[in-house]
């Protein structure tokens, strides 16, 4: 939060404490957390907007005697930055000295540089953030294009606000749906390698996925080999264990590759192979203690019907494992090896259910960590042309999409005669790529189901990753010009010479900038910032169409536009390094 702001609200609610008391009413009723500073839809209704509504019922007063009653108790000490007040029915509207509160936007952008929106709100609090958590069957797919793009900035942005975090890669690397892989790797590949093939070694592996699933149509027993391939996994067997290091090295190498690209970072990669036993001591633990029961066959089940769950198995007479059992063995390591104050993990909403049903377990068993665990659920995301689908190997594929993408990227730069300006079309082309697919999974909310579309995502103008990277580097393109222009940029911009109303609402959106970053942080939210950034950037382009900067007239007008742009292109770069968007110079 931004210090006047902080300022106002806390001279509020000192206030109507006062008025509390005089009345005979309990101050502590009056909570600051009611307290909230709008932006008001019209700028000529002021800066900022208070409404009293919350504060209405305590003081037994209709809303708009209270803020008038608030607005004359400022008497003659207006707060930090206020110029004068308006009461318009319950709301009390502020409007800000200008040249004042532009020159604190000068100073702290100055000053922060690069870490101008971040906070200590979460300061040292430990976060655990799980995802991506392929399975080495076959490569990455869009939907996890979507979860790393989600964690990656999750985790960019707590940190940013001052937490811990350590992001973790739970990788699926057992079970019968790696066995079919090996299956038909085994029966179909001829000892044959990714380089033999010139793939990339997790395709080769999702190519031998497909034909396991074209194998077993032809081939009623194929389904049973692969069982037995299990079989023989669980007990250890030394040529069906080489066969799976073999395969996994390639698929696990492969996702790598694509992390890389993506530029998503884990601090630490878990094998469920590893892992995957812990959870059945605990299940026996809740036998012994009356919290599950087992059934005839010797199954070992959980009543969640008190809570409206079901009843769930959670260890099978035949000691196969269970995959939420699994689970509560990982989270229970994982709390020891690194006692979290919150865990996250990013999932698709499909697995709704299993982390309720996980987290009712962890709680019964006794951990009172259970309620910091938090399922960040994802929806869907489809092609245009229809449903992304996995079995029959149709899956839209990261790298194919990323391919794409570049290639249309190409184009475009091509299209539109930059390849000179531009210098190195590849690597700008592969960071427009990324700009596109980052902004556009991230601009809807978490939780709904989207569709990607390849062609709009890349679109300079409107809604998407690359008019905010060109917006950008429209303004390097200025400052680049800037360099050429040593009396203009020797002189020091000054609030008093931006007259503009479009200067101001730049001022005040800028402003709002550490207080988005917050409000992501504390929801797991990364829409907000990229909606944000997107209001920056169409509020910088109206601006930069209706007045000159580097060419207006008053060389003290040129240099404080000049400042205010080098304050837009601040906020761009921070808040495109929280969503994972390259920053690019030229495009
Ligand atoms: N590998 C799983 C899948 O592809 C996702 C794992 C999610 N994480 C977890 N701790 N259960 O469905």
């Known amino acids: ?68 009653l608030v607005g004359e108790s400022f008497g003659e000490g207006l707060p930090l930055g206020v110029e004068r007040y308006n009461v318009v029915g319950p709301y009390l509207n502020i409007f800000l000295k200008r040249p004042f509160v532009t020159e604190l936007l000068f100073q702290k952008v100055r000053q922060e540089g690069d870490r101008f929106g971040s906070s200590d709100i979460l300061r040292s609090k430990k976060i655990m953030l799980e995802f991506s958590s392929p399975n080495t069957n076959k490569p990455l797919h869009l939907g996890h294009l979507r979860n790393d793009a989600l964690g990656e ?5 707590l940190r940013f606000s001052g937490a811990v975090v350590r992001t973790v890669d739970l990788i699926n690397d057992r079970g019968i749906h790696i066995c079919k892989s090996m299956l038909a790797y085994k029966e179909l590949g001829g000892g044959r390698t990714p380089e033999d093939e010139g793939m990339k070694s997790d395709h080769f592996v999702g190519k031998y996925y497909v034909l396991y699933n074209e194998l077993a149509k032809r081939d009623p027993e194929a389904e049973d080999r692969a069982r037995a391939l299990l079989v023989k996994w669980e007990e250890g067997d030394p040529e ?117 049903v996980l987290f009712s377990i962890l709680e019964r068993l006794g951990y009172g960590w259970a309620k910091n665990l938090y399922h960040l659920s994802y929806g869907m995301v489809n092609l245009p042309e229809g449903k992304m689908k996995s079995r029959e190997g149709t899956v839209v594929d990261a790298d194919d999409l990323l391919d794409e993408l570049a290639e249309m990227a190409r184009e475009e730069i091509r299209g539109k005669e930059r390849e000179e300006e531009v210098g190195n079309i590849e690597e700008t082309a592969e960071k427009i790529a990324l700009g596109a697919l980052h902004y556009y999974l991230l601009q809807p909310s978490p939780s709904k189901d989207m569709v990607f579309n390849p062609r709009e ?44 109303e479009e200067e101001w609402e730049l001022v005040k959106l800028l402003f ?21 950034l997107y209001e920056i950037s169409k509020s910088f382009s109206r601006y930069y169409h209706e007045h000159p900067i580097l060419y207006a007239e008053d060389p003290q ?31």
């Not at 900035?153 to 942005?157: E, F, H």
């Not at 995502?457 to 040593?486: D, H, V, W």
């Not at 709002?512 to 944000?532: C, G, K, R, W």
Request: glycine fraction near 6%.
């Open 1 to 68: 939060m931004v210090v006047f702001k902080e300022q106002l609200k806390q001279r509020i609610v000192q206030i109507l404490k006062e008025k509390a008391k005089q009345k005979g009413i309990d101050p502590e009723g009056v909570r600051e957390e009611n307290l909230v500073v709008e932006n008001p839809p019209k700028s000529d209704l002021g800066d900022l907007a208070i409404p009293f509504f919350p504060f209405a019922r305590s003081f037994r007063m209709p809303p708009a005697a209270l803020s008038a």
């Open 153 to 157: 900035s999750v985790a960019r942005i």
């Open 240 to 356: 069906v264990r080489s066969l799976w290091e073999k395969m996994n090295r390639w698929a696990v190498e492969g996702i790598k590759r694509t992390y890389e690209r993506t530029g998503i970072h884990f601090d630490q990669f878990t094998f469920e192979s590893e892992v995957y036993l812990k959870g059945k001591e605990e299940i026996l633990k809740g036998l012994s203690q009356g919290i599950f029961y087992r059934e005839a066959d010797g199954s070992i089940w959980v009543n969640l019907e008190d809570i409206g769950l079901d009843r769930k198995v959670l260890l099978r007479s035949d000691g196969t494992s269970i995959y939420v059992t699994q689970d509560i063995g990982t989270a229970i390591s994982r709390y020891n090896d690194w006692p979290f104050d919150t865990m996250i993990y990013v999932v698709a909403s499909e697995q709704n259910y299993h982390f309720k």
């Open 457 to 500: 995502s890349l679109s300079f103008t409107g809604n998407t990753g690359p008019y905010i990277q060109y917006t950008g580097a429209r303004i390097c393109s200025m400052m680049r010009k800037l360099e050429g222009m040593p009396r203009l940029k020797e002189r020091q911009g000054e609030p008093k010479h931006l007259e503009t």
């Open 512 to 532: 709002d900038f550490p207080s988005v970053v917050e409000l992501s942080a504390s929801t797991y939210n990364p829409s907000l910032v990229a909606n944000y």
């Open 557 to 587: 007008v040129a240099a404080s536009r000049v400042e205010l742009s080098r304050c837009v292109l601040q906020v761009l770069r921070n808040g495109m390094y929280l969503l994972n968007i390259p920053f690019l110079e030229v495009m």
